[in-house]
């Protein structure tokens, strides 16, 4: 039996990982804890940590994994850049992940933002309540004859490109392979500064290494056009937030929506209703009438949690028998 303790565990995380193990035989130990060093110790004894995107597995907190006995680090995320992979095969622990989950829940939650920002929803929504039902400042545009970039063509922005394209916008993508199928459909591939200076909307779905790492950064903004609309359900980190609200307030961006944050691991998943918001430039987004934000729940579906729990228990599996996944990082 393998024993795994699941960290950042939430009520969701419960459901979904207890019916995918109905028919298996793992351990799951849930803990409400965010996997750091202060909370290390709590992993003792486990076959398998099992993390989420915003807990710490640096070159430290794996070591203290690995003297604990843990063997294996399980992600239930896409992405991997929490994790220092070079301490860990020092280490010899395995390291798989969920490549692709539900490329459907993020890539319509992209559209979801751009609809909803345009439209000026939340605060359509927020003046009815209040019994205002004057129209001023709820002004959109047409999505259709707009040209929309979207930057990374992988499972996700492959679905974003096509949804823009079925909305009947002018599609513009980026990215070092292309897409046969979304070329077939007239979608043009360019390089990242064409994008950025033809688009009326940037969405960015690309993953975050050192290339991308704030990939929207002031010397970006000066190559798009005025009041552009920008849209961030990759990473945190693919935009220079402070550029941003630099590029807010002077009207080079026209409204942004964003689902993650590049110092969210301090703030999501989290109620924090209660406490003063102690980060000054996310407290500064907040003032912006133009801004939409979510706190990365943009892949929070049914079908993305089910498959979620079901291929991070088919990877611990697949490594407790072989010592090998498909889903390993680096690839195997």
Known sequence: MTKIRLFSAKAYDRAAFDAANADADHDITYLEARLERA???????????????NDDLSAPVLEALRAGGTSCVAL???????????????????????????????????????????????????????????????VGFDMAGKTAGVIGTGKIGSIVARLLWHLRCRVLVADPIPDERLVDLGVEYVDVNQLLADSDIVSLNCPLNEATHHLIDEAALERMRDGVMLVNTG???????TAII???????IGS?????????GSLFFEDRSDQILDDDVFARLLTFHNVLITAHQAFLTTEALAAIAETTLANVSDIASTGRSVNSVPAP
């Open 76 to 138: 239930r995320c896409a992405g991997y850049n929490n994790i220092d992979l070079a301490a860990a095969e020092r280490l010899g622990i395995a390291v798989v992940r969920v490549p692709a989950y539900s490329p459907n829940a993020v890539a319509e939650h992209t559209l979801a933002l751009m609809l909803a920002l345009n439209r000026r929803i939340p605060r359509a929504f927020n003046r009815v309540r209040d019994g205002n039902f004057a129209l001023d400042g709820l």
């Open 39 to 53: 909370t290390v110790e709590l992993a003792a004894g486990a076959d398998v940590v099992c993390a989420f995107v």
């Open 256 to 264: 942004l929506a964003i689902d993650v944050y590049e110092e969210e």
């Open 246 to 252: 630099a590029g807010l307030k002077s009207g080079r």
């Open 235 to 241: 990473r945190g980190a693919l935009i220079d937030t």
